[in-house]
């Protein structure tokens, strides 16, 4: 540090000043041309190491501009590829198609030959589309009732899934028909005798003169 208070308050700095002050200085390559040409030089100080004059102004926005311009380049060529893949790909799929954006397909439910307005468009038109998905169910359907006419349905006494024999079926076997039959006959008789007290406490000649 003697060499710093040595030299201090000094208007300007001699060869013998540098000898003592900087212990090595690195120059760069210089990079670009006209004037966006530019060269980093590195200054190593004795006992302090590295220094690192700050930019001015000017150089700061010149640094800025360059970045911004490198960017937009840059971008400049990513559009490029990306337009270029894309070409690639209209051409490969003109080619596959027979000189045609989109394939021909054939319509799966009428045979029909029709220019599909998407990648998934299926059916040439929503009335196809709607009697394939009919015909899916109703094959639905007959796959899950076999051989039965009608199909299952579900026990109105004990819930269980049964094959009807009849329209009018409601009951998988004779016993929950049975239990059925026992029941709304018990509640027919409830309810009579509900009625029947009623009438009778309503016409009692002890209610009446009450």
């Given amino acids: ?33 006209s004037r966006a040409r530019t060269q980093k030089v590195d200054i190593y ?30 971008l400049q060529k990513q559009r490029a590829r990306e337009k270029a893949c894309r070409e690639k790909r209209k051409a490969e799929r003109l080619a596959a198609n027979g000189g045609e954006f989109v394939k021909k397909q054939v319509c799966p439910q009428c045979g029909k030959i029709f220019i599909p307005a998407s990648s998934h468009q299926t059916f040439c038109s929503e009335g196809c589309c709607y009697q394939a998905r009919q015909d899916q169910k109703q094959a639905e359907r007959e796959a899950e009732r076999g051989q039965h006419y ?42 009579k005798r509900v009625k029947e007290q009623t009438l009778w406490k309503s016409t009692s000649p002890v209610n009446i003169q009450t």
């Fill in 1 to 33: 540090m003697s060499a710093y208070g040595h030299h201090s308050f000094v208007e300007g700095i001699s060869d013998l000043m540098f000898y003592e002050l900087i212990d090595k200085i690195v120059v760069y390559e210089a990079e670009g041309v």
């Fill in 150 to 191: 009608y199909r299952q349905r579900i026990c109105a006494m004990c819930g269980s899934t049964y094959w009807p024999g009849s329209s009018r079926s409601k009951f998988c076997s004779d016993a929950c028909r049975k239990k059925n039959h026992n029941k709304v006959t018990l509640e027919a008789y409830h309810k």
């Fill in 45 to 74: 100080f004795n006992y302090v190491g590295q220094v690192n004059i700050d930019n001015t102004p000017e150089e700061v926005a010149e640094i800025q501009a360059q970045e911004a311009q490198t960017a937009a380049e840059r």
